[in-house]
């Protein structure tokens, strides 16, 4: 339930506290007025805790920096000694890259329009490789531009469809379903489409157009790739998109004077989305380690192992590289062969801007200080033309000037302030930090260099500009599999992709990528030798199941017939294919499983896929008294107590089934939930 609705039914939670074993907050940094999503009503849940008897908390979040989890403990009164699990934030199966936005033919055309429109329309989607026919996510900034997008793709036979909140709930149901079953390649959405997507198998994330934060774009490109195959992040961006993101920054500013906190937060996580963004030299990964407080991993120089890609490592005194963004690649940069790069003293021109920030009083946007050192005929309209600092950097063009202000910002020398005009418009002010009118005090001489390494491409006398195509940027990689077993590899998905259609189920819940990349290299002959050398699968299938890996294999040995590929060994034993085994979106008790009383058979029942590990504590299915002991441990899935949530003995989070506990005292009416397999 939403914290809206949860804060107007206060009474009636707290009489179900004694049911209630347990309060989850998802997308908890919209609790502190220092995450990127703050809603007013999540800091309200603390009143939720009290209500519910202070419930154990669990709160959970993708993108969460120190200070915010500091806030979020004291807005809800967690325990100083709460157990924290930080995971590391980098993905080191994405790709990053930054790219100027132009027109749709150009910047979409390459990622998705691979045919004519008849015949691109009858493709297949293949989340195999990232590639033309790949699952994908365009998030755009405003409704209007998804329709336009989705519009545009659309007529060049790419099957997309637009998603946001302006679209009635069965459009949006229907398109969230549709890409879900690979009937849609891809959705162009605002953040509506968010909170609750989870496909593994999303190859490509493309921001066309503004972004609010760094956060922002962390959380929404980490849906792509989860199933921890090759996946691709690209934004396409431009200066007129960096000012529509602060627009609607602003706009929350204008409207609400309790959010004016809030906002200046914004505009601060902004402005590193901006760094990240005009990133040209440095690894794209290093920015993302250190907003959230990681650091790059130090590897020894004399190593024989190279460093793996996708991370973050840094060798001697040679700059952080992970070999997998764009800027890494387009200098074909490795951990192992960064080259040493020029640097750039540019202590004048910080005098110079510093200066010229001072004359406009703190009152102005980032241009006008530009245009004062410049000489610029925009000062002349402030009347900023007769104080001494006007054209002192006039040996440097305007657009340098505005490319050199963000570096100061990002020094600790400037800062950016939300402010309101007389007619009551919002704009952002750039004015001098405290450390900044220090060294303007103290003057170039006396003052600490600002040395720049390796020195920004913008800030060099040509300005490169990485563009999409495959000439200017080397394309890393995506499939390191045999071509053979690649093409396997993409014929099973498609097996998968129909039968997930017939069936009307999500088929990556059931038989994930990483099984189809292990029955393309293996390549069982049969159903029961696939059950026996495949991790991951269950020993005993239903009807729905069976039918499946009876096609996936029928069709393993189909190619195999044609490519002249050997197939794998026999199974070792019998295996029985289809048992007792759940159905797929079953829910029924013990006994309408067909399971008796005793326990091997009762344990046979038991989705075989849960039977990983041990558990000290047992659950009897039905009929069975709760001090009968088990014959061993018991692979089970356990209930501690009435106030305690079922529980998995495996920490992998592909398993399939809970059980629901009825009957708190006697364990007398079990019954089974099949999720996903």
Not at 164 to 193: I, N, P
Request: proline share 6%; aromatic share 6%.
């Amino acid at each position: 339930m939403c914290p809206e609705y949860a804060l107007g039914h206060l009474q009636e939670l707290a009489a179900m506290r004694q049911a209630v074993c347990l309060l989850a907050v998802d997308e908890a940094h919209c609790i502190s007025h220092w995450g990127q999503d703050f809603r007013p009503q999540y800091r309200e849940l603390g009143r939720l805790r009290e209500a519910l008897g202070w419930v154990p908390t669990m709160c959970v979040t993708a993108t969460c920096t120190e200070e915010v989890r500091a806030d979020i403990m004291r807005c809800l009164h967690l325990r100083p000694g709460l157990v924290q699990v930080v995971g590391p934030m980098n993905r080191p199966n994405l790709r990053y890259a930054v790219r100027e936005r132009s027109t749709m033919e150009a910047d979409l055309g390459e990622l998705f329009a691979s045919a004519a429109a008849a015949k691109r329309r009858a493709l297949p989607v293949d989340n195999t490789a990232v590639g033309t026919t790949s699952s994908a996510i365009v998030y755009t900034a405003t409704k209007a531009r998804s329709e336009e997008v989705a519009s545009w793709l659309f007529e060049r036979g790419v099957l997309a469809a637009a998603y946001h909140a302006g679209l009635s709930m069965a459009v949006r149901y229907e398109a969230h379903r549709a890409f879900l079953m690979d009937e849609l390649q891809v959705v162009v959405a605002t953040v509506a489409f968010g909170m609750g997507i989870d496909k593994p198998s999303i190859r490509r994330v493309v921001h066309y157009g503004g972004v609010r934060s760094l956060e922002h774009y962390v959380q929404q490109s980490g849906r792509a790739g989860r199933d921890g195959d090759d996946a691709e992040c690209v934004v396409f961006s431009r200066a007129g998109d960096v000012q529509e993101a602060r627009n609607l920054i602003l706009h929350d500013f204008s409207k609400s004077a309790g959010l004016q906190e809030h906002c200046q937060r914004m505009l601060e996580l902004h402005s590193e989305l901006i760094d990240f963004l005009a990133e040209k030299a440095q690894c794209r990964r290093i920015r993302l380690l250190r907003h959230f407080g990681e650091l790059p991993t130090e590897w020894p120089d004399d190593s024989s192992e190279a460093p793996p890609r996708g991370h973050c490592v840094k060798v001697r005194d040679q700059p952080p590289s992970c070999g997998f963004c764009d800027n890494c690649l387009l200098r074909g940069v490795t951990p192992k062969t960064s080259d040493g790069t020029s640097s750039g003293d540019f202590t004048w021109e910080r005098q110079i801007l510093l200066r010229c920030v001072d004359a406009c009083g703190g009152f102005t946007g980032a241009a006008m200080p530009c245009a004062v050192a410049a000489g610029h005929a925009d000062a002349k309209q402030k009347r900023l033309e007769r104080h001494p600092a006007f054209g002192s950097g006039s040996h440097r063009a305007l657009s340098w000037w505005k490319a050199f202000l963000p570096h100061l910002r990002q020094a600790g020398w400037l800062q950016e302030r939300a402010s309101k005009l007389m007619s009551g418009r919002a704009y952002v002010a750039v004015l001098l930090s405290e450390t900044g009118r220090q060294l303007l005090v103290a003057g170039a001489g006396a003052s600490r260099q600002f040395l720049l390494e390796p020195v920004p491409k913008n800030l060099e006398v040509a300005q490169v500009v990485i563009r999409s195509s495959g000439q200017q940027a080397p394309v890393a990689p995506v499939a390191d599999t045999h071509y053979a077993e690649q093409e396997l590899y993409r014929r099973l998905s498609h097996v998968r992709q129909q039968w997930m259609r017939r069936h009307g189920v999500i088929g990556e819940s059931i038989v994930s990528n990483a099984v189809l990349k292990r029955l393309a290299e293996v390549r069982p002959p049969t159903v029961e030798a696939a059950l026996q050398v495949v991790e991951g699968l269950p020993s005993c299938l239903g009807t729905d199941l069976a039918e499946l890996f009876e096609a996936l294999v029928a069709e393993l040995r189909s190619l195999c017939q044609q490519r002249g590929l050997s197939l794998g060994a026999q199974a070792s034993l019998a295996v029985p294919l289809r048992g007792p085994g759940v159905q797929v979106g079953s829910k029924r008790p013990w006994s309408a499983m067909g399971a008796p009383d005793d326990h091997p058979e009762a344990r046979r029942a038991l989705p075989p896929a849960v039977h990983r590990g041990p558990c000290s504590v047992w659950t009897a299915p039905r009929g069975l008294a709760a001090a009968t002991p088990p014959p061993q441990p018991s692979p089970w899935l356990t209930i501690r107590s009435p106030r305690a949530a079922s529980e998995t003995p495996t920490a992998d989070l592909q398993r399939f089934a809970f059980v629901e506990r009825r009957d708190a005292d006697r364990f007398l009416d079990t019954s089974i939930t099949v999720i996903s397999v």
